[in-house]
């Protein structure tokens, strides 16, 4: 290369592939930058809707007829004519479900400007795509509950509520999740607490009050969607992970529809193996087959279940000639549900699902098709697994989705590797940076951060897990309940862990390992 | 979301819609309202290029009209840096033509020198890029952007101290291949 070129001076040689990359790979904005920037884009165009004109113009002018939103809603009612054979034949677009938009009027009236940009990008012929078609189905029909619950997501905007569900790990854990979501937006905010039953679990899973405390292995962590990621955020610290392998994972709604007869056809085509796992045919055969489900368009972690009930619709519901509505009219948690009750379709095809489940109760709300009660039980009517809606509100009840200050968060945490300092008595402190096994034993601190999901603060002595633990604590810790005790507390029963500072001197608190 | 998915939101839920497009389109258009800036002008100049552009678009894009979503918005995006370039500077600027979207040509470099500076663009990217996030990032928002490290550290969640720190390492790593392609900084 001949001659010298100035970084900068070469950036005015890129074309707009070149920019198309570097916009793709590095984001230039933080998120409060983009929701400042577009604020006041809004405030642009609302001071120039209302005859404010300060914006600048693109060359020339030419006359544009808008294609008015009303024009959609002849097309789509005429389709709901013919669809509505399923359910009641009503239709909604989905915009016209919420009328409240700032921006609404922009396609109803007449624009009559627009500039040489437009016509000079003109490329190619392009037909006006039909709008999408919600109908709604009929919710005391098989066909009609199946059909609703594959698509939850369009019968809702906005959604707030608790709920909480069973753990896997032992029957005395359970996590509850307080959500909100906005599917206009994609944003949701999850809240998962993890607590200790210490009542009955059954009363927990037939709508008792929860008695319990919150473990402190997983504790309580947000995951919070901003529209574009999904990010785990500890509670009272400045951490927040992106929760998916990459960056802008985040889902919207915007696919169509699903048929639920296409589903029934796809699954009877399928030709299940018989040690096939409870969860894997519902999620790698929708995965990978012709036919996809819908995606958890809600962006959260635990509520999704209730939400957008579809993976377990299809699981548990594909055969009509497993189950029946049992109850049209049941009111739960304040809402009209209908009641299911049946047989898992891989008992009567003669496969053994999960854990020996049998058995299974659901409470569907009619008019969402979310799932707000859910019960499973094994051949002996034991409870497997369970759900129960503790608050659940939709659209104008629903709460918003809190703006989370992602400028307090180290956002970017997913590349970076953990820091590890040390302290005065040369002990080397600071987050995991490697599973708590023996093998990790020599790279990992002297001191861990107590932080997994639940930021409790301090760190842990790395000898106090292993001898402990012994050769794997970061197993052998999961299986234990979890919780702090401050000085003076009492206690239950167990293994005492220091939490310490970070010169390892002064111990902050103890957390208490026990079985119950 | 592609382009047709994106009209179609825009058509059905206009405020979704243009959200939408500014997120998939607002680093597009600021890369182009930089790289025409061309180092005239501040960060909020380059930011007040930004609310223009997208309220333009907002309010005079026409979704049934033929033609790709993004070069409209490059088109417009370049305008309006134009435009600012000229206000700033008071200086005589060659207004390019809407019916292509590349850049404003260097009047300075012939053809060749031109088609060679962007090839040389391309391996520099390759070579930047070839150091991984988040020093890629640094490295552009700095030396492309203009960034402060107060505002590179606010993007990619990192205190400006680590940020300087990191780029003053990845300039290291990018010594020799900066000299391999004559570039300076």
Known sequence: ?516 | MTENELKNLIRSNPDDGFRQLFEQYHGYAFTIIHRTLGGTGCAKDAEDCIVDTFADVILHYDTYAKGSLRSYIGAVARNKAINLKRSLTAAEFYTVGDEETNDIPDNSDSIEESAEKSQTFRLLLDKVEGLGKPDSTIIIHKFFFDMSSIEIAKTVGMTPAAVRMRLSRSLKKLKKSLEELGVTL
Not at chain 1, 112 to 139: G, K, L, R, Y
Not at chain 1, 178 to 202: C, E
């Open chain 1, 1 to 516: 290369m001949k001659g010298e070129n100035k970084i900068n001076e070469l950036f005015s040689h890129s074309d707009n592939e070149d920019a198309q990359r570097i916009s793709d790979a590095h984001p230039v904005f933080s998120e409060a930058k983009k929701d400042e920037l577009y604020k006041r884009i809004q405030d642009r165009v609302a001071a120039e809707k209302s005859g404010n004109d300060f914006a600048d113009k693109v060359t020339g002018v030419e006359v544009h007829h808008g294609h008015g939103i009303m024009r959609y809603i002849g097309i789509a009612a005429a389709l709901a004519v013919l669809i509505g054979g399923i359910g009641g034949g009503h239709y909604l677009i989905r915009n016209n479900m919420n009328p409240d938009r700032t921006f609404s009027e922009i396609e109803t009236e007449e624009s009559t400007e627009t500039s040489e940009v437009q016509e000079a990008t003109e490329e190619t012929e392009e037909e006006p795509a039909e709008e999408a078609v919600i109908q709604d189905f009929d919710m005391s029909t098989q066909m009609g509950v199946f059909g609703k619950m594959l698509n939850s997501i369009d019968y809702y905007d906005y959604a707030s509520g608790v709920m909480i569900q069973s753990d896997t790990a032992r029957n005395d854990l359970c996590t509850e999740s307080a959500f909100n979501v906005d599917l206009t937006t994609g944003k949701s905010l999850d809240v998962l607490t993890r607590y200790n039953i210490y009542n009955d679990y059954h009363d927990v899973a037939n709508d008792q009050p929860l008695e319990g405390e919150m473990d402190q292995y997983l504790g309580v962590f947000d995951v919070y969607c901003d529209g574009t990621n999904e990010l785990e955020m500890a509670h009272d610290s400045n951490i927040a992970r992106i929760a998916t392998a990459e960056e802008n994972q985040a889902q919207h709604r915007t696919s169509d529809q699903l048929d639920p007869q296409t589903v029934i056809d796809y699954m009877n085509s399928i030709d299940i193996p018989s040690d096939a796992d409870y969860y894997t045919p519902t999620i790698a055969y929708f995965e990978n087959g012709d036919v996809q489900l819908r995606g958890i368009c809600s962006n959260t972690r635990a509520a999704f279940n209730l939400l957008e009930p579809g993976y377990t619709a299809v699981d548990f519901l594909y055969d009509f000639s497993t189950w029946d509505i049992t109850n049209e009219s049941f009111e739960y948690a304040g809402r009209d549900c209908v009641v299911l009750e049946g047989t898992h379709p891989r008992i009567s095809a003669g496969l053994i699902p999960y854990r020996g489940l049998s058995n299974f109760t659901f409470v569907v709300d009619k008019a969402t098709g979310c799932l707000l009660k859910m019960q499973t039980f094994d051949t002996d009517g034991e409870l497997i697994e369970w759900m129960v809606t503790k608050d659940i509100r939709f659209d104008a009840d629903a709460e918003p989705v809190p703006e989370k200050d992602l400028e307090i968060h180290r956002t970017d945490e997913y590349f970076t590797e953990p820091e590890i300092n040390t302290n005065s008595h040369g002990e080397t402190y600071g987050s995991c940076n490697g599973a708590i096994v023996r093998e990790n034993y020599d790279k990992l601190p002297d001191l861990i951060y107590n932080c997994l999901f639940y930021d409790g603060g301090g760190y842990f002595r790395k000898d106090d897990l292993f001898e402990a633990f012994g050769d794997q604590p970061e197993d052998v810790m999961k299986r234990y309940a979890v919780v702090r005790v401050d000085d003076g507390e009492p206690s239950p029963a167990g293994t005492d862990i220091k939490i310490y500072d970070e010169e390892g001197e002064n111990v902050l608190f103890t957390l208490v390992y026990y079985q119950k």
